[in-house]
């Protein structure tokens, strides 16, 4: 395993940290995200942060971050193991149950900063990470708030959204990356996100310029998933977890998402006792850019700095916010 900080990194108004820590037999990489006048003597609320299937936390995730960070609040903005610059073998094999167990190591991690004021804890997840925010935040009722994002919440209904035959399509690789799992061979893999007509887990017109859109310069995304993996989302239905959340939730719907469909997860989301459901007119991988990512981290910080609230106060404008 790697050391517990490798490098540290200044940005305005705060301190950005690479880190690892344990989860299961391997570790999970992430930014830790500070502000200024975080220490032991004066810890700050903490915001974990994961992201959407097969992406890292380079793909959209800072500008987030440096948001929440901007108004008080530190951010843990971790990669799931077996992806990215995480540990893990074999490489790209999404399990739900895994990355879940990363959610729990995760908050594990940052209850053990000396920076952090452990009764002021929160979770943020998008897309995936939306529906583990909502699978987490059942879990652990300690949690002061949850944010999720185009929350994935029923693998039947994303199968749907995929369409019959492209979900069919998939039937010939999962069974021969089985073969492989059984035979300790490598992953037989399939695109994360590729043009309609194409055999990939996501297929809509805008999930492939929407996932390299994302990607920052320099860096080497890889738009590969074990087939095998197609079994652990079909299972997965993190919505039925939210009735059984404990604190205030706010839960972003895209109007248009061609990958989470919005009425079941409008639907789940009512469940949620202390929900805050509120619809935004922008597709799946619309949230992270332009406006749609204003009206959305603006919404987001409100939401967190009404039930986190840290003791400094905000910058003038860090609720306002702007567009970097």
Request: charged share 20%; glycine share 10%.
């Amino acid at each position: 395993m790697k050391g517990d900080q490798v490098k540290n990194e200044t940005t305005t108004g705060s301190e950005r940290r690479n880190v690892t820590f344990r989860s299961g037999d391997s570790y999970c990489a992430g930014w830790l995200y500070l502000p200024d006048g975080a220490s032991a003597d004066n810890p700050v609320p903490i915001v974990v942060m994961g992201h959407g299937f097969g992406a890292t936390r380079e793909l959209g995730l800072a500008p987030y971050a440096e948001r929440f960070v901007a108004a008080g609040l530190g951010a843990l903005v971790f990669t799931y193991r077996g992806l990215g610059d995480s540990g893990g073998e074999p490489r790209q094999v999404l399990s739900m149950p895994r990355q879940v167990a990363d959610w729990d190591a995760a908050l594990a991690y940052a209850s053990s900063l000396p920076e952090a004021d452990t009764g002021r804890l929160a979770i943020w997840g998008s897309s995936v990470g939306g529906g583990h925010a909502i699978e987490v935040a059942s879990r652990h009722p300690e949690l002061r708030a949850a944010v999720s994002q185009c929350p994935f919440t029923d693998g039947i209904a994303s199968a749907r959204a995929l369409g019959v035959g492209a979900a069919l399509s998939m039937t010939g690789p999962v069974l021969r990356d089985l073969m492989a799992a059984a035979l300790g061979k490598k992953p037989v893999t399939v695109p994360v996100a590729a043009s309609p007509g194409r055999r990939a887990f996501m297929t809509a017109p805008d999930a492939l310029p929407g996932m390299l859109e994302l990607v920052p310069p320099g860096h080497q995304w890889v738009n590969e998933a074990a087939a095998r993996s197609l079994l652990s989302v079909l299972r997965y239905r993190p919505g039925r977890s939210a009735r059984r959340i404990a604190m205030p939730i706010l839960i972003c719907i895209s109007t248009t998402d061609s990958v989470a469909p919005a009425d079941v997860a409008d639907r789940y989301a009512r469940q949620a006792p202390l929900g805050d459901v509120r619809h935004y007119e922008a597709g799946h991988f619309g949230f992270y850019v332009g406006d749609a990512y204003k009206e959305l981290v603006r919404d987001q910080v409100e939401f967190l700095v009404q039930h986190l609230r840290p003791t400094a106060p905000a910058p003038k404008g860090a609720l306002a916010g702007s567009d970097s």
